[in-house]
């Protein structure tokens, strides 16, 4: 391509534009950022207070993410939408028009943007709960938000990273900031410890997981994530995926890598080891983001990594497949497992939670490690299912992570929220210290009871159906390959067990007497706290009982995706 | 590879043999006469004072931490210049045509005699307006760390005094407000 060519193409003709409008929310944040740098600066943050800078980007983003996602789902028809459509200028061939974009380096599709939506919801929701807290304080809100937003930009990246150099960078651009907002309470010396774990932990991960990249980069000879597949069928033309080819052992250390580096923003077990401490220095909204955003932001990697590999289903691949799949399995299985065990015994709330979002990473993976095995399944190999019943499977496995994802965002949020606030009035975190709080925050309590039988998974509420959807793909697996039904096991035992650890908090809210002398803890229904708090778990309710919408929507977003 | 691997070995024997020599040598033929002064750690002439294993102020790391972030923001200006640099060259209308083709193949890392060759030569209408494109790019990507650094110094993270500067502040603070008139001496050791 000449460079007449390119400059015709990419900055004068489709590419640029295109890019640009579909990046026009990533953009937004981004001058949000300077916007609070300039607040700052100029002193203005005593009449306009940087939250509010934040709260106001973040809800524009949001609704440039919003637009986008009507308009690749409905089309440019919508009478209601038409204004906003016309506000962020979105066209057919823009956003109208799936596909890569800024060259090949991310790609826009309904899993992106389902995604990138997820993510701009949860941060107008974030900065409007750290209003409320009061973390951070006025003088040194701008470098709270700038972080809190910049690891968002990184997270949206993650969700359409196209190449692996961007999936790297995403991991990055998340982290990075993390580490520092896991540190942000300045004088604890918990906090500071914790981040301290945090960034040694999460630069190992990195270090490993770009030693991976580079070698499946240089055993595939590209770094495009839509050619992985053809250049693993090509690399192992004529021979099978087997570790006596030293081709397979250098990519499968490759792949191994990068999952590790996956694993550890995903806190699975054995690099979960960050997490509780973590959780427990940072503050509680801290903790929030970092379970819920970075967690999305990390699976809808691990998902288009994972497709990229799987892409096709050669038959002598079907090794490559079956093994990461049943790696992913084991993976899911153990951290399920362990972060229920050692949620047993923790006395601190938030310590409780961080192992309780590790055991929710074991339930999401093993929706991934499902959709890996039925799509390196050969169709003639399993009895009673077809290749169109084999990929609406596979579809099934996608819906059930993104419903999962969805519903995870509201009742851990939640949860994560009611800690803050229940902080904010009795100065503990302690499960010790919130015994009959429900007779003087009734809304508070509530609002947890519902989030925490909904992290178990119990009905109506929208964990239950989360849940059952991973069940029913992990029993579909199961007729790929039998080990899917012992997930299917562990997992059914581990939601069993997971209902003691979080009864035994309800417990001492509803159900002990508050003792003589505690700090009151008076968070009226009709306080922006109180209001907040529903606001957060009706979604939780209505997931349950209206499942229909979402897993539609979840089930064409896979649909395109898989396709 | 293997002979590679004799050149690798012969290397590390010879360099160890180098360094080596020299200190036996130096161990059997120099006399042994010590001395306080001599027996002492050398520190550019001067006299050593306490130990070097001490905590350095964390102002430094402040510094250095600073130092580093734009340090890595102005490497980026490298790959840029080089082909902004290229451009602006191609830009010039009355090159000749055989100037033309080195300056194309130097520009697009070919190599030497491809453009004359083929079609990759660079017209300068579109070098122009490569050229213009790069400017646009580095001036947002600069300004972007020009905000970073203002935010930075108007923070007060460059300066090195910083705790007195702020202590200094509310002194002068406290002093106006209390309207002290018989400390003058207060006033005067803060300044």
Same mark, same amino acid.
Request: hydrophobic share 55%; with cysteine.
């Given at each position: 391509?000449?460079?007449?060519?390119?400059?015709?193409?990419?900055?004068?003709?489709?590419?640029?534009?295109?890019?640009?409008?579909?990046?026009?929310?990533?953009?937004?944040?981004?001058?949000?950022?300077?916007?609070? %740098?300039?607040?700052?600066?100029?002193?203005?943050?005593?009449?306009?207070?940087?939250?509010?800078?934040?709260?106001?980007?973040?809800?524009?983003?949001?609704?440039?993410v919003?637009?986008?996602?009507?308009?690749?789902?409905?089309?440019?028809?919508?009478?209601?939408?038409?204004?906003?459509?016309?506000?962020?200028?979105?066209?057919?061939?823009?956003v109208?028009?799936?596909?890569?974009?800024?060259?090949?380096?991310?790609?826009h599709?309904?899993?992106?943007?389902?995604?990138?939506?997820?993510?701009?919801?949860?941060?107008?929701?974030?900065?409007?709960?750290?209003?409320?807290?009061?973390?951070?304080?006025?003088?040194?809100?701008?470098?709270?938000?700038?972080?809190?937003?910049?690891?968002?930009?990184?997270?949206?990246?993650?969700?359409?990273?196209?190449?692996?150099?961007?999936l790297?960078l995403?991991?990055?651009?998340m982290?990075v900031?993390?580490y520092?907002?896991?540190?942000?309470?300045?004088?604890?010396?918990?906090?500071?410890?914790?981040a301290?774990?945090?960034?040694?932990y999460?630069?190992?991960?990195?270090?490993?997981?770009?030693?991976?990249?580079?070698?499946?980069?240089?055993?595939?000879?590209?770094?495009?994530?839509?050619? %992985?597949?053809?250049?693993?069928?090509?690399?192992?033309?004529?021979?099978?995926?087997?570790?006596?080819?030293?081709?397979?052992?250098?990519?499968?250390?490759?792949?191994?890598?990068?999952?590790?580096?996956?694993?550890?923003?995903?806190?699975?077990?054995?690099?979960?080891?960050w997490?509780?401490?973590?959780?427990?220095?940072?503050?509680?909204?801290?903790?929030?983001?970092?379970?819920?955003?970075?967690?999305?932001?990390?699976?809808?990697?691990?998902?288009?990594?994972?497709?990229?590999?799987?892409?096709?289903?050669?038959?002598?691949?079907?090794?490559?497949?079956?093994?990461?799949?049943?790696?992913l399995?084991v993976?899911?299985?153990?951290?399920?497992?362990?972060?229920? %065990?050692?949620?047993?015994?923790?006395?601190?709330?938030?310590?409780?939670?961080?192992?309780?979002?590790?055991?929710?990473?074991?339930?999401?993976?093993?929706?991934?490690?499902?959709?890996?095995?039925?799509?390196?399944?050969?169709?003639?190999?399993?009895?009673?299912?077809?290749?169109?019943?084999?990929?609406?499977?596979?579809?099934?496995?996608l819906?059930?992570?993104?419903?999962?994802?969805?519903?995870?965002?509201?009742?851990?949020?939640?949860?994560?929220?009611?800690?803050?606030l229940?902080?904010?009035?009795?100065f503990?975190?302690?499960?010790?210290?919130?015994?009959?709080?429900?007779?003087?925050?009734?809304? %508070?309590?509530v609002?947890?009871?519902?989030?925490?039988?909904?992290?178990?998974?119990?009905?109506?509420?929208?964990?239950?159906?989360?849940?059952?959807?991973?069940?029913?793909?992990?029993?579909?697996?199961?007729?790929?390959?039998?080990?899917?039904?012992?997930?299917?096991g562990?997992?059914?035992?581990?939601?069993?067990?997971?209902?003691?650890?979080?009864?035994?908090?309800?417990?001492?809210?509803f159900?002990?007497?508050?003792?003589?002398?505690?700090?009151?803890?008076?968070?009226?229904?009709?306080?922006?706290?109180?209001?907040?708090v529903?606001?957060?778990?009706?979604p939780?309710?209505?997931?349950?009982?209206?499942?229909?919408p979402?897993?539609?929507?979840?089930?064409?977003?896979?649909?395109?995706?898989?396709? | 590879?293997?002979?590679?691997?004799?050149?690798?070995?012969?290397? *590390?024997?010879a360099?160890?043999?180098?360094?080596l020599?020299?200190?036996? *040598?130096?161990?059997?033929?120099?006399p042994?006469?010590?001395?306080?002064?001599?027996?002492?750690v050398?520190?550019?002439?001067?006299?050593?004072?306490?130990?070097?294993?001490?905590?350095?102020?964390?102002?430094?790391?402040?510094v250095?931490l600073?130092?580093? *972030?734009?340090?890595?923001?102005?490497?980026?200006?490298?790959?840029?210049?080089?082909?902004?640099?290229?451009?602006?060259?191609?830009?010039?209308?009355?090159?000749?045509?055989?100037?033309?083709?080195?300056?194309?193949?130097?520009?697009?890392?070919?190599?030497?005699?491809?453009?004359?060759?083929?079609?990759?030569?660079?017209?300068?209408?579109?070098?122009?307006?490569?050229?213009?494109?790069?400017?646009?790019?580095?001036?947002?990507?600069?300004?972007?760390?020009?905000?970073g650094?203002?935010?930075?110094?108007?923070?007060?993270?460059?300066?090195?005094?910083?705790?007195?500067?702020?202590?200094?502040?509310?002194?002068?603070?406290?002093?106006?407000?209390?309207v002290?008139?018989?400390?003058?001496?207060?006033?005067?050791?803060?300044?």
């Amino acid at each position: 391509m000449s460079v007449n060519e390119i400059i015709e193409h990419a900055l004068k003709g489709e590419i640029l534009p295109r890019s640009v409008q579909i990046f026009g929310p990533e953009i937004a944040l981004c001058l949000t950022i300077l916007a609070l %740098l300039f607040v700052r600066m100029f002193e203005i943050h005593r009449r306009l207070p940087t939250n509010l800078v934040a709260l106001l980007g973040a809800l524009i983003a949001f609704l440039g993410v919003f637009s986008q996602f009507m308009y690749v789902k409905g089309g440019s028809e919508i009478p209601a939408m038409m204004a906003l459509f016309q506000a962020w200028g979105l066209t057919p061939e823009g956003v109208g028009e799936v596909g890569p974009y800024f060259t090949g380096l991310l790609v826009h599709d309904q899993f992106s943007v389902f995604f990138r939506l997820g993510l701009c919801l949860f941060l107008v929701l974030m900065i409007a709960l750290t209003v409320l807290s009061g973390i951070p304080d006025s003088e040194d809100g701008q470098d709270f938000y700038t972080l809190l937003i910049g690891s968002s930009v990184g997270m949206m990246l993650a969700c359409g990273a196209n190449h692996l150099l961007t999936l790297f960078l995403a991991v990055e651009m998340m982290s990075v900031p993390s580490y520092a907002m896991v540190a942000f309470q300045k004088g604890r010396r918990q906090a500071s410890e914790a981040a301290l774990k945090y960034v040694i932990y999460g630069a190992g991960a990195a270090g490993v997981m770009l030693y991976g990249l580079s070698l499946v980069a240089g055993v595939l000879g590209t770094a495009s994530m839509p050619e %992985l597949a053809a250049q693993v069928s090509t690399a192992f033309a004529g021979g099978s995926f087997v570790l006596t080819n030293p081709v397979a052992v250098t990519l499968a250390l490759g792949i191994l890598m990068v999952l590790a580096g996956l694993a550890f923003k995903l806190s699975l077990v054995p690099f979960h080891f960050w997490c509780p401490d973590a959780f427990e220095g940072a503050a509680a909204e801290v903790g929030g983001f970092l379970s819920v955003a970075s967690k999305a932001g990390a699976f809808a990697l691990l998902v288009r990594f994972c497709i990229a590999l799987t892409g096709n289903p050669d038959p002598s691949l079907a090794g490559l497949n079956l093994s990461l799949g049943i790696g992913l399995g084991v993976a899911a299985a153990v951290t399920a497992t362990f972060g229920n %065990l050692a949620a047993y015994s923790q006395k601190n709330m938030k310590r409780l939670l961080a192992y309780s979002t590790i055991a929710h990473a074991g339930y999401m993976l093993m929706a991934v490690s499902a959709l890996v095995i039925i799509r390196g399944a050969n169709p003639s190999g399993v009895p009673g299912l077809t290749s169109a019943g084999l990929d609406a499977e596979a579809r099934r496995c996608l819906e059930a992570l993104l419903y999962y994802l969805a519903v995870y965002l509201f009742m851990n949020l939640g949860a994560f929220a009611i800690v803050a606030l229940i902080r904010n009035q009795i100065f503990s975190e302690e499960i010790e210290d919130y015994r009959g709080l429900a007779g003087e925050a009734p809304v %508070l309590c509530v609002c947890m009871l519902i989030c925490l039988f909904s992290l178990v998974g119990l009905p109506p509420l929208g964990g239950f159906w989360a849940k059952l959807e991973i069940f029913a793909s992990l029993f579909q697996a199961g007729r790929v390959h039998w080990f899917m039904w012992v997930v299917l096991g562990i997992a059914a035992v581990n939601t069993v067990f997971s209902l003691f650890y979080y009864m035994r908090v309800l417990k001492s809210m509803f159900l002990t007497e508050r003792p003589v002398g505690a700090r009151s803890a008076l968070v009226p229904f009709r306080s922006a706290p109180g209001l907040y708090v529903v606001m957060v778990s009706v979604p939780v309710l209505l997931l349950g009982v209206l499942a229909g919408p979402l897993s539609q929507t979840a089930n064409n977003v896979a649909r395109i995706l898989l396709r | 590879m293997t002979d590679l691997l004799l050149h690798f070995l012969l290397f *590390i024997i010879a360099g160890s043999v180098l360094v080596l020599a020299p200190m036996l *040598i130096g161990k059997l033929v120099r006399p042994w006469l010590p001395t306080p002064e001599k027996q002492s750690v050398y520190e550019c002439g001067e006299p050593a004072i306490g130990s070097s294993y001490i905590q350095f102020d964390i102002r430094f790391y402040v510094v250095a931490l600073l130092f580093i *972030i734009f340090d890595v923001e102005v490497a980026f200006f490298f790959p840029w210049a080089t082909v902004y640099g290229g451009a602006t060259q191609l830009a010039d209308s009355r090159l000749s045509d055989v100037a033309r083709s080195n300056l194309s193949d130097k520009l697009l890392n070919l190599a030497p005699g491809t453009s004359a060759a083929s079609d990759t030569v660079v017209s300068a209408a579109d070098a122009l307006y490569l050229a213009k494109t790069g400017v646009v790019d580095i001036a947002v990507f600069f300004a972007f760390i020009l905000v970073g650094f203002a935010y930075v110094w108007k923070r007060g993270d460059l300066d090195w005094v910083r705790s007195l500067v702020s202590e200094f502040q509310q002194s002068q603070a406290l002093t106006r407000t209390a309207v002290v008139a018989d400390q003058p001496a207060k006033t005067e050791m803060a300044s």
